[in-house]
C-alpha cells in the first residue's frame, strides 16, 4: 500500500490549503481514511477522519468549522480542505489508511501511512 500527499505550503494566516493524498495497492473504497499532524517537538494528533463511504466523518476540536475532508473513491483520493489556517495550524500533515471502514481517531487504528507533507502558517 502507497499513500502520496501533497498541497502543503506556506500560506499567510488567515489563508486555505487543500491537502490531497493518492492511494494505491488495495482497494481504496473498503477503508476509513485520516488525517493527522505532528508539530515540532509534539506527538502526532488526529486531525480529521471519513469513513469509507464518505458519510460519516470527525474532526479534531479546534480544527471544526475550519477543516472539511472528503474523499473520492473513484479517484482513490482523500483530500483536507483547510481554511482560515492559524499559525498553530503548522505542522507536518500525514495521511493514513485505517484497518476497517468506519471512522477511526487514534494512531493504532490506522495501518499505513504517507510520507507527511509540510503545512506552514504564518502570522
Known amino acids: 500500500v502507497q499513500l502520496q500527499a501533497y498541497g502543503g505550503g506556506l500560506v499567510q494566516a488567515g489563508g486555505s490549503l487543500t491537502l490531497s493524498c493518492a492511494a494505491s495497492?488495495?482497494?481504496?473504497?473498503?477503508?476509513?481514511m485520516g488525517w493527522f499532524r505532528q508539530a515540532p517537538g509534539k506527538e502526532r494528533e488526529f486531525v480529521a477522519t471519513?469513513?469509507?463511504?464518505?458519510?460519516?466523518?470527525a474532526y479534531l476540536d479546534s480544527v471544526k468549522g475550519r477543516f472539511t475532508i472528503s474523499r473520492d473513491n473513484a479517484k482513490n483520493t482523500v483530500y483536507l480542505q483547510m481554511k482560515t489556517l492559524k499559525p498553530e495550524d503548522t505542522a507536518v500533515y500525514y495521511c493514513?489508511?485505517?484497518?476497517?471502514?468506519?471512522?477511526?481517531?487514534?494512531?493504532?487504528?490506522?495501518?499505513?501511512w504517507g510520507q507527511g507533507t509540510q503545512v506552514t502558517v504564518s502570522s
Open positions: 495497492g488495495r482497494t481504496f473504497s473498503d477503508y476509513a
Open positions: 493514513a489508511t485505517a484497518r476497517l471502514g468506519y471512522v477511526a481517531r487514534t494512531l493504532n487504528e490506522y495501518e499505513y
Open positions: 471519513i469513513s469509507r463511504s464518505g458519510g460519516s466523518t
